[in-house]
């Protein structure tokens, strides 16, 4: 059973594109290729911050770290259909260097995307925001991205969440 924070953020996951259409481009920014704003909840309040990037595989990697502080880390691509009550555990690689397995969540409105609950963990945070590569794995496929401009991103993330988006 996913944590309250895990659960929350699937259900905000499930607003992104609601949220993102109805703030316009208030609140919105941009650091080289991540894209980022504020996520409100179903009743319009403020809930965190999500940035994402597109990368030429046609997935796109997403940030999405919560008022309480929780950071989660989600990739989505429009072909896939995940099945929301299969299991899912994730390795997290940063570097070539495993990092910590953590459980795959899929919402069921939203089965073109898996998010990972890495809570309020801030050894790995510091981590991705001074390495190069994340990696991925799920033990079939390795999903490897390039952390171009993350450091600068995840610290605007952090001042997104900090100052209420």
């Given amino acids: 059973m996913p944590n309250f924070a895990t659960r929350l953020a699937a259900r905000l996951a499930?607003?992104?594109?609601?949220?993102?259409?109805?703030?316009?481009?208030?609140g919105a920014w941009q650091i080289g290729n991540w894209f980022g704003r504020s996520v409100l909840t179903d009743a319009g309040t403020f809930a965190g911050c999500r940035m994402s990037a597109a990368y030429d595989t046609g997935i796109t990697l997403h940030f999405m770290q919560l008022s309480k502080g929780t950071l989660l880390i989600g990739m989505s691509e429009p072909g896939w259909?995940?099945?929301?009550?299969?299991?899912?555990?994730?390795?997290?690689?940063v570097d070539g260097r495993f990092v910590?397995?953590?459980?795959?969540?899929?919402?069921s409105g939203m089965r073109e995307a898996m998010f990972i609950d890495l809570g309020?963990?801030?050894?790995?945070?510091?981590?991705?925001?001074?390495?190069?590569?994340?990696?991925?794995?799920d033990g079939m496929r390795t999903y490897d991205f390039s952390l171009t401009s993350a450091a600068e991103a995840l610290a605007r993330l952090d001042q997104c969440v900090r100052g209420g988006g």
């Avoid at 499930?14 to 208030?26: P, Q, T």
């Avoid at 259909?81 to 690689?93: E, F, K, N, R, T």
């Avoid at 910590?100 to 919402?107: I, N, P, Q, S, Y």
């Avoid at 510091?126 to 794995?137: E, P, T």
């Fill in 120 to 137: 309020r963990d801030q050894a790995t945070r510091a981590l991705l925001g001074r390495r190069a590569r994340l990696s991925l794995a």
């Fill in 81 to 93: 259909s995940l099945d929301p009550a299969g299991a899912y555990s994730m390795g997290l690689v």
């Fill in 100 to 107: 910590r397995r953590a459980r795959g969540v899929v919402l």
């Fill in 14 to 26: 499930l607003g992104l594109g609601l949220a993102a259409g109805s703030a316009g481009a208030a």
